[in-house]
T-cell receptor, first 113, second 112 residues
Framework: AQKITQTQPGMFVQEKEAVTLDCTYD???????LFWYKQPSSGEMIFLIY??????QNATEGRYSLNFQKARKSANLVISASQLGDSAMYFC??????????FGAGTRLTVKP | NAGVTQTPKFRVLKTGQSMTLLCAQD?????MYWYRQDPGMGLRLIHY???????AKGEVPDGYNVSRLKKQNFLLGLESAAPSQTSVYFC???????????FGQGTRLTVV
């Protein structure tokens, strides 16, 4: 079965420090995509970053980077220089067969001042 | 810049009632999705569509039906609502392939 696992229900980080949010996935597909979304307390879903399974370099978008380890089937999100506004739920998602986007259970990140 | 619009934003139903949630997108996206979000379970895919006139089942399709008669609209129907369908429902759309999905603001549905 295709499955996305986020093992950290909650994480705390001090403002200005870096934090890594874990994500592992299980797929037999050769070609797939990996996404991270942020959901603040207001409820909207905000796209952060994307990694393709054949991309040779790890994706980066501003303070967000994706630590992609294909052999281990992991796609961890790294947030550098955390800000108070980064406090939110973070979801990892995988696109299977180019059609079907599935999400993990999420990690609640709290940034401490 | 409307993006993805869900109607209604809130609804309370009695057990056994029916209703339809409407999702409309103005980005000419081929792919559309319906998810439900429950505490501690993330987003679970109900149904999705890869183009006008097509639909497919996701992880949790039971108790729901969908239709995609027009490219810009994706309707989610509950024929006989149950308390277990109390949730926040999100619609999303994408160009397809390996592109990000854009989400609506969500619909909070309570079935009593």
């Amino acid at each position: 079965a295709q499955k996305i696992t986020q093992t950290q229900p909650g994480m705390f980080v001090q403002e200005k420090e870096a934090v890594t949010l874990d994500c592992t996935y299980d797929t037999s597909d050769q070609s797939y995509g990996l996404f991270w979304y942020k959901q603040p307390s207001s409820g909207e879903m905000i796209f952060l970053i994307y990694q393709g399974s054949y991309d040779e370099q790890n994706a980066t978008e501003g303070r967000y980077s994706l630590n992609f380890q294909k052999a281990r089937k992991s796609a961890n999100l790294v947030i550098s220089a955390s800000q108070l506004g980064d406090s939110a739920m973070y979801f990892c998602a995988t696109l299977y067969n180019n059609n079907d986007m599935r999400f993990g259970a999420g990690t609640r990140l709290t940034v401490k001042p | 810049n409307a993006g993805v619009t869900q109607t209604p934003k809130f609804r309370v139903l009695k057990t056994g009632q029916s209703m339809t949630l409407l999702c409309a997108q103005d980005m000419n996206h081929e792919y559309m999705y319906w998810y439900r979000q429950d505490p501690g379970m993330g987003l679970r895919l109900i149904h999705y569509s890869v183009g006008e006139g097509t639909t497919a089942k996701g992880e949790v399709p039971d108790g729901y039906n969908v239709s995609r008669l027009k490219k810009q609209n994706f309707l989610l129907g509950l024929e006989s609502a149950a308390p277990s369908q109390t949730s926040v429902y999100f619609c999303a759309s994408s160009l397809g392939g390996k592109t990000e999905a854009f989400f609506g603001q969500g619909t909070r549905l309570t079935v009593v």
